[in-house]
């Protein structure tokens, strides 16, 4: 039984459940997304989900069909936003294979999480409808999956059936099931009615690129990975294939779920050394950023087919879609770091529950990424030795694959050199980049906006260079109010760790997505850098020229000593006008008295030097 429609007389609303709590619960996932009698949905149940989707949240949200599959089902694709224009878009799809049920679980979570995000007013949630489209296509093989479904209404049994359910190139003869391993393609027990199981093209290895020629696909009809006759055989493939050329401009990233294993597999999956950061060495650390910043689970690899699972697989969705467009485009395996984890269908429901939930977390990280995505590092910043002129030098990265792009307003409005006060600072100046500035309150510190002038491309970057001098009255205005002040969270603040001399370390900052998107610009705290940053420096400054002077005072006053303690000496000696030198050496040594301790010539003038 599934939850949406265990009322006989009323179906249950997803935004009564959605009221239950603005954060997404488990118990969301259980009730939407799980059936009482299985961890996972049925055709029947996805269907019913979709349409509440639609129904309810129509504002944001319509299905839309991209083509039909052999039997004639549709194929149906999920499309929500704010904002009907060409869109950055991200692509995620469920069930190339129909027996990997979770890889259907997580689209539609993706779906449910935007909805409740939307219907809870979440500002990260609507920044992102406002500017990207999230495409959704759950089942690709909904022929496969609509079998598995039948057969488990049924039996109570999910047959494990991966390939769709064209067997038009068997010539008659049908695939056997009574072979050896088929036990294995039931959950449960052999059962004579699963006669379908082992028929069908595995549309995961029939996409046109270098179809047929590596390995990990068979011409046997009957086998596992058989590929069909030729590239695109399948209607299901070529709807994925139209889909693509259509929106390729719009597609930033595309996400083929897989299950099981706990791997991002991305091209080149036909390949055993794969070539990808040798060829394309830009798009592998676009790959390795997603890979690293996740979070994927613990225990997940990246890499080819060949690196992750050892074995090649030619004809794959996105061998083909990276190599065409050049679009990111990844097959994960979901998974775990616990064997629990390791089978298509999974008995344990919290194991479940935890696959989708944190698999979530990727799919959210990417999100962000499909726009522009901006850092902030401070290349330079200098302070005059003896004098109050600063130097700023910001560099501005865009390491999303969106464009970082200014309004129309902003670029209308463009002013490129402002000179504005602030509390800490006269005389600023900031070069490439415009700036505002706003008080916080009286006797607080005072923030400056600053806008890149010009707009920065996907991968791109800019520089923004602030030029001052130290108000005057700077170091009497420093208090310890100030230097406590809460800022408005809407306002990035920076910390650093080192302050060397004079000159800072450049220091990495990542601007939340919502701050870009909902200002289309990056705010710093004036107060944050001034505060933290020069006087540590200043005071840096003014104890190392201390320290320099204290070092000598201490040289003069030993070499002062020194010197009156040698003069002591010699005219104890020298006193009674009288010395009697015992050697040569000594008569040297009255020459070098009178040479190097000219200050003795008087005495000495004065003294009878006698050999003995
Ligand atoms: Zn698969």
Not at 13 to 33: A, P, R, V, Y
């Amino acid at each position: 039984m599934y939850h949406l429609n265990s009322s006989t007389n009323q179906e249950i609303s997803l935004k009564s459940i959605f009221k239950e709590s603005s954060t997404f619960t488990q118990e969301m996932i259980e009730k939407t997304l799980m059936r009482n009698d299985s961890n996972y949905v049925l055709y029947q149940d996805v269907l019913l989900l979709m349409r509440k989707l639609s129904e309810e949240f129509r504002e944001i949200l319509i299905i839309k069909e991209i083509g039909k599959t052999h039997e004639n089902r549709p194929i149906q694709m999920i499309e929500i936003t704010l904002k009907n224009s060409s869109q950055n878009s991200m692509l995620i799809t469920g069930a190339h294979h129909s027996r990997e049920l979770s890889s259907i679980q997580l689209p539609l979570l993706t779906a449910l999480q935007l909805c409740h995000g939307y219907y809870h007013k979440d500002q990260e949630t609507i920044n992102f409808l406002q500017n990207h489209k999230m495409l959704l296509i759950p089942i690709i093989n909904v022929d496969g999956f609509n079998y598995i479904s039948e057969k488990f209404t049924q039996f109570g049994k999910y047959p494990l059936k991966r390939k769709n359910m064209n067997s038009d190139y068997e010539n008659g003869t049908e695939c056997d099931t009574s072979q050896k391993y088929f036990k294995y393609y039931l959950t449960g027990g052999l059962v004579t009615e699963f006669d379908d199981v082992m028929s069908g093209v595995d549309l995961n290895r029939n996409y046109d690129w270098d179809f047929g020629n590596g390995g990990g696909s068979s011409n046997d009809p009957c086998n596992e990975q058989y590929r069909g006759p030729y590239p695109f055989s399948e209607s299901e493939t070529r709807a994925i294939r139209d889909l693509v050329e259509q929106r390729q401009n719009d597609l930033k990233v595309i996400y083929n779920i897989h299950t099981y294993g706990n791997l991002l597999v991305h091209p080149f999956s036909h390949q055993k050394n794969n070539i990808l950061a040798e060829k394309f060495p830009h798009h592998a650390k676009i790959y390795e950023e997603i890979w690293d910043e996740g979070p994927f689970p613990k225990g997940n690899e990246r890499g080819n087919a060949q690196q992750v699972v050892g074995y090649e697989a030619d004809g794959e969705a996105c061998d083909w879609i990276f190599s065409k467009y050049q679009i990111i485009c990844a097959s994960p395996e979901l998974g775990l770091q616990t064997y629990l984890a390791n089978d298509f269908i999974l008995s344990n429901r919290e194991v479940v529950k935890q696959i989708i939930g944190q698999n979530f977390k990727w799919i959210k990280y990417t999100m962000r990424k499909i726009g522009p995505q901006l850092k902030l590092s401070i290349v330079k910043a200098t302070k005059a030795l003896l004098s109050d002129e600063i130097n700023i030098v910001l560099r501005i990265d865009n390491t999303g694959l969106g464009d970082f792009k200014l309004t129309h307003e902003q670029k209308f409005d463009r002013r490129y050199h402002i000179q504005f006060e602030t509390n800490y600072l006269t005389h600023i100046q900031i070069l490439n980049g415009e700036a505002t500035s706003r008080y916080l309150g009286a006797d607080q510190s005072q923030i400056m906006t600053f806008t890149p002038h010009q707009d920065i491309p996907s991968r791109g970057f800019t520089t923004v260079t602030i030029q001052g001098r130290l108000n005057e009255n700077y170091y009497t205005k420093l208090s310890k109010s100030q230097k406590s002040a809460e800022l408005d969270d809407q306002y990035v603040t920076i910390e650093y760790k080192k302050y060397p001399l004079l000159q800072i370390e450049p220091q990495t900052l990542e601007i939340p997505l919502n701050k870009i998107l909902k200002y289309n610009t990056i705010s710093l705290s004036v107060s944050e850098i001034f505060n933290e940053l020069l006087p540590q420096n200043s005071y840096r400054a003014w104890l190392s020229i201390n320290l320099v002077l204290i070092t000598i005072c201490i040289i003069a006053i030993v070499g002062f000593c020194l010197f009156k303690m040698k003069k002591t000496l010699w005219e104890k000696y020298l006193i009674n006008n009288q010395v009697r030198l015992n050697s040569q050496r000594f008569l040297d040594l009255k020459q070098n008295l009178i040479i190097q301790e000219p200050y003795l010539n008087d005495a000495m003038s004065r003294t009878d030097f006698i050999l003995v």
